[in-house]
């Protein structure tokens, strides 16, 4: 019954942005986050948000990401500026109920090419 809806991955050049949303439905979330994950490499934690909006990062992408939530719409983003080629992954949106039980989406793609 909880599921995670992911869109807004796509081509995009160096130093372009992304805009990437998460639907959640089902039930109502604590902490939120994306996670990537390039061929090859584990998956990684990216942005966690709380549900009073308070947000932290992976060093390489401060600054240049911002993770946000519109906790009437179960609606994750997270808003990609200034992307490098090394961003390129599957990105997934993850969410935890207040029960400790843990959602994943489905993943997008996001590819940062010239």
């Known amino acids: 019954q909880v599921q995670l809806v992911e869109s807004g991955g796509g081509l995009v050049q160096p130093g372009g942005s992304l805009r990437l949303s998460c639907t959640a439905s089902g039930s109502i979330f604590n902490a939120m986050g994306w996670f990537r994950q390039a061929p090859g490499k584990q998956r990684e934690l990216v942005a966690t948000i709380t549900r009073s909006g308070s947000a932290n990062y992976v060093d390489s992408v401060k600054g240049r990401f911002t993770i946000s939530r519109d906790n009437a719409k179960n609606t994750l983003y997270l808003q990609m500026n200034s992307l490098k080629p090394e961003d390129t992954a599957v990105y997934y949106c993850?969410?935890?109920?207040?029960?400790?039980?843990?959602?994943w989406g489905q993943g997008t793609q996001v590819t940062v090419s010239s």
């Open positions: 993850n969410a935890v109920t207040p029960w400790l039980h843990e959602y």
